[in-house]
C-alpha cells in the first residue's frame, strides 16, 4: 500500500502516475488520443459523419447514466476495500487481546508456553496473508519446534492450521488447571474470531464483482467515448482530441482504480498494507509477552518503513 502525506498533492499526484495503474490508463489514453484525431480530421476535412447533429441533451443524459453506473462502482469496490480493512482491523485487536490474557494467566517462569503463544498467535496474521494471495510455504511462520512445522505442513489451509495449534495448546493449559472454565469459555470466543476473521477475508475474494455488470460499465464507457468527439466537434474543432482524452482520463481512470481496490488483498499499490499488519501484530504481541524481537523486526512494523508493501 502506498504510504503518503494527504496535504503533499504534487508528491502524491507523482507517485500516482509512476505506478502500473497509470502506465495502463496512460497506454489506453493512447489508443483514446488515435480515435480522437481520425474523428476530428474526419470529420473537419473530409467526411461530414452527420453524428455532429446528435442533440447535446441525448449526451447530457448518458453523462447522467454514467456518472451513477461509475458512483456505485466505486463504492461497491471501496465497501469491499474497506470491509477487508475492518477484518483485519479486528484481528490486530483479537491478537493483541489473547496475548493479553496469555501473558496475565501464564506464570513468569512458563517461559516454553509464553514463547509459544507469541510466535503461534503472531503466525496467524502472516498465514492468513499467505493464503488470501495463494502463496504458498510456511516460510514466514516462526515455530518453536521442527515438529510443529512437519505437523503445520500438513494443513492446506494453513489459518486453520494455525488456529489449530492455539486450540490444542489452550486445551493443554485448560486440563492442566492453568485456565478456570469461565476463562475457558470466554478464551473459545477469541479464538474462534481468527477463523471468523478468515472467513470474511475469503468471502470478499471468491466474490468478485458479476462479470456482466462489470462488462457493462466498460462497454458503456467505450460508446460515451465513442460519440463524444462528434457532439463537442462543432463548438471546439481540434480541441476536441485534448477534451476527449481529458474526459476519458477521469472515466477509465475511475474504472480502473475500481477494479484495483475491490481486491484488497493483492500485491498491488493500492492494496491493504498486509505485510505491516502482520509485522505491527508479531511486534505487539511479543511485546505484551515479554519476549524479545530484533530491533529490524519492530523498525520493519512501523507505518513509513517503506513506500509500497
Same mark, same amino acid.
Given at each position: 500500500?502506498?504510504?503518503?502525506?494527504?496535504? #503533499?498533492?504534487?508528491? /502524491?499526484?507523482?507517485?500516482?502516475?509512476?505506478?502500473?495503474?497509470?502506465?495502463?490508463?496512460?497506454?489506453?489514453?493512447?489508443?483514446?488520443?488515435?480515435?480522437?484525431?481520425?474523428?476530428?480530421?474526419?470529420?473537419?476535412?473530409?467526411?461530414?459523419?452527420?453524428?455532429?447533429?446528435?442533440?447535446?441533451?441525448?449526451?447530457?443524459?448518458?453523462?447522467?447514466?454514467?456518472?451513477?453506473?461509475?458512483?456505485?462502482?466505486? !463504492?461497491?469496490?471501496?465497501?469491499?476495500?474497506?470491509?477487508?480493512?475492518?477484518?483485519?482491523?479486528?484481528?490486530?485487536?483479537?491478537?493483541?487481546?489473547?496475548?493479553?490474557?496469555?501473558? /496475565?494467566?501464564?506464570?513468569?517462569?512458563?517461559?516454553?508456553?509464553?514463547?509459544?503463544? #507469541?510466535? /503461534?498467535?503472531?503466525?496467524?496474521?502472516? #498465514?492468513?496473508?499467505?493464503?488470501?494471495?495463494?502463496?504458498?510455504?510456511?516460510?514466514?511462520?516462526?515455530?518453536?519446534?521442527?515438529?510443529?512445522?512437519?505437523?503445520?505442513?500438513?494443513?492446506?489451509?494453513?489459518?486453520?492450521?494455525?488456529?489449530?495449534?492455539?486450540?490444542?495448546?489452550?486445551?493443554?493449559?485448560?486440563?492442566?488447571?492453568?485456565?478456570?472454565?469461565?476463562?475457558?469459555?470466554?478464551?473459545?470466543? !477469541?479464538?474462534?474470531?481468527?477463523?471468523?476473521?478468515?472467513?470474511?477475508?475469503?468471502?470478499?475474494?471468491?466474490?468478485?464483482?458479476?462479470?456482466?455488470?462489470?462488462?457493462?460499465?466498460?462497454?458503456?464507457?467505450?460508446?460515451?467515448?465513442?460519440?463524444?468527439?462528434?457532439?463537442?466537434?462543432?463548438?471546439?474543432?481540434?480541441?476536441?482530441?485534448?477534451?476527449?482524452?481529458?474526459?476519458?482520463?477521469?472515466?477509465?481512470?475511475?474504472?480502473?482504480?475500481?477494479?484495483?481496490?475491490?481486491?484488497?488483498?493483492?500485491?498491488?499499490?493500492?492494496?491493504?498494507?498486509?505485510?505491516?499488519?502482520?509485522?505491527?501484530?508479531?511486534? !505487539?504481541?511479543?511485546?505484551?509477552?515479554?519476549?524479545?524481537?530484533?530491533?529490524?523486526?519492530?523498525? /520493519? #512494523?512501523?507505518?513509513?518503513?517503506?513506500?509500497?508493501?
Amino acid at each position: 500500500m502506498i504510504i503518503y502525506k494527504s496535504k #503533499a498533492w504534487l508528491p /502524491a499526484l507523482w507517485h500516482f502516475h509512476t505506478g502500473p495503474t497509470a502506465i495502463a490508463l496512460l497506454r489506453r489514453l493512447v489508443v483514446v488520443g488515435i480515435y480522437a484525431t481520425f474523428v476530428t480530421i474526419g470529420e473537419l476535412n473530409f467526411i461530414d459523419f452527420r453524428l455532429k447533429d446528435t442533440p447535446s441533451s441525448f449526451l447530457q443524459a448518458m453523462g447522467i447514466l454514467l456518472s451513477l453506473l461509475l458512483i456505485f462502482r466505486t !463504492n461497491t469496490a471501496y465497501d469491499r476495500f474497506y470491509e477487508g480493512r475492518q477484518a483485519w482491523g479486528t484481528l490486530v485487536n483479537n491478537c493483541r487481546n489473547l496475548a493479553i490474557f496469555f501473558n /496475565a494467566v501464564l506464570p513468569q517462569s512458563d517461559t516454553d508456553s509464553r514463547l509459544f503463544f #507469541a510466535k /503461534a498467535i503472531s503466525n496467524f496474521p502472516f #498465514a492468513l496473508k499467505n493464503h488470501l494471495r495463494d502463496i504458498p510455504g510456511t516460510d514466514e511462520l516462526d515455530v518453536v519446534e521442527e515438529v510443529d512445522r512437519r505437523s503445520l505442513d500438513k494443513f492446506d489451509h494453513k489459518p486453520a492450521g494455525v488456529t489449530s495449534q492455539l486450540w490444542v495448546k489452550t486445551e493443554m493449559l485448560y486440563r492442566a488447571g492453568h485456565i478456570s472454565e469461565s476463562q475457558h469459555i470466554n478464551l473459545n470466543r !477469541n479464538l474462534t474470531v481468527l477463523m471468523d476473521v478468515c472467513g470474511i477475508c475469503e468471502r470478499i475474494k471468491s466474490t468478485p464483482i458479476p462479470f456482466s455488470y462489470n462488462l457493462f460499465i466498460k462497454l458503456f464507457i467505450m460508446i460515451y467515448v465513442a460519440i463524444l468527439p462528434f457532439t463537442i466537434i462543432t463548438a471546439y474543432g481540434y480541441l476536441t482530441i485534448p477534451a476527449v482524452i481529458l474526459t476519458s482520463y477521469v472515466l477509465v481512470g475511475l474504472e480502473m482504480i475500481g477494479e484495483e481496490i475491490e481486491e484488497p488483498f493483492g500485491l498491488e499499490r493500492n492494496d491493504l498494507p498486509l505485510n505491516q499488519l502482520s509485522r505491527q501484530i508479531r511486534v !505487539n504481541v511479543h511485546d505484551i509477552l515479554q519476549i524479545n524481537l530484533p530491533p529490524i523486526e519492530k523498525q /520493519a #512494523a512501523k507505518p513509513g518503513f517503506t513506500i509500497v508493501t
